[in-house]
């Protein structure tokens, strides 16, 4: 019980990769969820840090974040070092 609004994010990108992030060509994404009251206060330390949020529902979705970091560390794998990524509608990147 937090008595206040919880989010989870910063576990789908690595630390290792962090001062590659302002030479990127467009913001790395970071995936979140979490209380909607939540949103304001997550989006500005999501791009406080340099990445792109990427709001994927409410807290409940914490499990599904915990679920992607092996498919997103074995893409990283296979690339040879940390990756990067970024989700957008077409046209956008």
């Not at 008595?3 to 790395?28: H, M, S």
């Not at 206060?41 to 807290?59: M, N, Q, S, W």
């Amino acid at each position: 019980m937090t008595d206040g609004p919880v989010a989870k994010a910063f576990n789908l990108n690595f630390a290792t990769a962090y001062e590659d992030i302002a030479a990127q060509r467009v913001r790395p994404g970071q995936v979140w969820c979490g209380d909607p009251e939540a949103r304001q206060v997550t989006e500005r330390l999501i791009r406080d840090a340099g990445y792109e949020p990427v709001a994927a529902g409410d807290l409940e979705n914490a499990r599904a974040l915990e679920d992607f970091v092996m498919p997103f560390a074995a893409a990283s794998t296979d690339a040879g070092a940390p990756i990067f990524y970024r989700f957008a509608r077409p046209g956008e990147l």
